[in-house]
């Protein structure tokens, strides 16, 4: 049995890394330190576009390439091996996904097509202040308002809710959870900026008493929590293969820096403290590898993958944590310096991490499930 990648998916994952690693320097990064500009890279964003990239998980009936989940992964991988300044996640696998798998023909046809060509920006409000659980909001609530929704209530971390057409997000409602599309123009909601170490743009937005029409709505009180259930694990997926990307990159640029750096006049490469700390990093990141394709190959098939992505994110926050230190030891003083790249690799490596539940919590939440007979029991 054949476990490796199909022609066209490594196709997919070469055009990537060959757009990214082209377009996406150290130089044109600095451009969004210190929150210069927001960061997000138009012009890159019409070439992936271009490319059919953005489009990759579409059906074609939508302007998409009609692959899957895995190959979505794998471009985001090489988003994380550029730390591109582009919103695939939440514009992809957080808001464009749970379309396709769930909208109505009216609501897909609407949005899709403008996804895959880069003419329309989606994106998610998945956590709120204290809740990280996107199925089940404490603090957003809608009524019902004819055939649409009144919404109030606060979400936080939403990435580039200024820029978006709609943001999907979930409500409390008599009788479960809703998933509505909103617009960020809409009366009623309020941004206020979110400065985060990435350099990324993210807001807190509060919402009084907007309204939402029946178009708008992607799921009723009855399957609202399935769907963001289902998008909730995609996107801790994507997370995943972003900081794959991430540490892979770091863990080479090391090892670069490490053959040819010079102590004493001997490389440092050839000491075997450096050996062994370099070693640990690749085991680390091969092992965040097959557990990050585990998932993401159970999900492309619409298998349950819930201990799979628990497990890929738990080990997603340690590689992350365990790399970035290891990086920057072995680069020594130049691993901190503004003018090498490794630093902003480091702070993905910690956002990646903590975002949608750090590894102490996917341990909790596993184990709890263990506890409960609802995994590995049979």
Not at 121 to 126: C, G, N, R, S, Y
Request: proline residues 3%.
């Amino acid at each position: 049995m054949d476990f490796g990648f199909s022609e066209q998916q490594g196709e997919v994952q070469t055009l990537a890394r060959q757009i990214l690693s082209e377009q996406v320097t150290p130089e044109r990064l600095a451009a969004y330190d210190e929150f210069k500009a927001e960061r997000f890279d138009r012009e890159l964003w019409q070439q992936l576009a271009q490319a059919g990239l953005l489009g990759v998980a579409l059906e074609e009936s939508h302007g998409g390439m009609g692959f899957g989940f895995t190959e979505l992964a794998l471009f985001i991988e090489e988003v994380g091996r550029s730390i591109a300044p582009v919103p695939v996640i939440p514009h992809l696998v957080s808001a464009a996904a749970p379309i396709q798998r769930f909208g109505s023909s009216e609501l897909q046809g609407r949005w899709l097509p403008g996804v895959a060509s880069g003419d329309v920006l989606l994106t998610a409000a998945l956590m709120e202040p204290g809740n990280e659980e996107p199925a089940a909001p404490s603090l957003t609530t809608a009524t019902l308002d004819g055939d649409g929704y009144r919404v109030s209530g606060l979400k936080t971390c939403v990435p580039f809710a200024r820029s978006a057409d709609r943001i999907l997000l979930s409500a409390a409602v008599d009788g479960g959870v809703v998933v509505l599309l909103v617009d960020p123009k809409s009366a009623g909601i309020s941004l206020e900026d979110v400065r985060y170490s990435t350099y990324e743009t993210q807001y807190q937005l509060t919402l009084q008493d907007v309204q939402v029409s029946a178009a708008d709505v992607l799921a009723g009180p009855t399957a609202g929590a399935a769907v963001m259930q289902w998008l909730s694990l995609r996107t801790t997926a994507a997370l995943c293969a972003h900081q794959l990307g991430v540490t892979d990159h770091s863990m080479r640029m090391t090892a670069s820096y490490s053959a040819e750096r010079k102590q004493f006049g001997v490389l440092i490469g050839t000491f075997q403290a450096v050996g062994h700390r370099a070693a640990n990093c690749y085991i680390d990141v091969e092992c965040l590898r097959l557990n990050t394709y585990q998932a993401a190959s159970l999900l492309a098939s619409e298998a349950d993958a819930t201990n799979e992505v628990q497990i890929a994110k738990v080990w997603a926050g340690d590689v992350g944590h365990r790399v970035s230190y290891a990086s920057q030891h072995l680069h020594g003083g130049t691993g901190i310096d503004r003018d090498y790249p490794l630093w902003r690799y480091c702070l993905w490596a910690r956002h990646n991490e903590m975002m949608l539940g750090g590894s102490a919590r996917q341990l909790a939440a596993l184990g709890a499930r263990i506890a409960a007979g609802e995994a590995y029991c049979a």
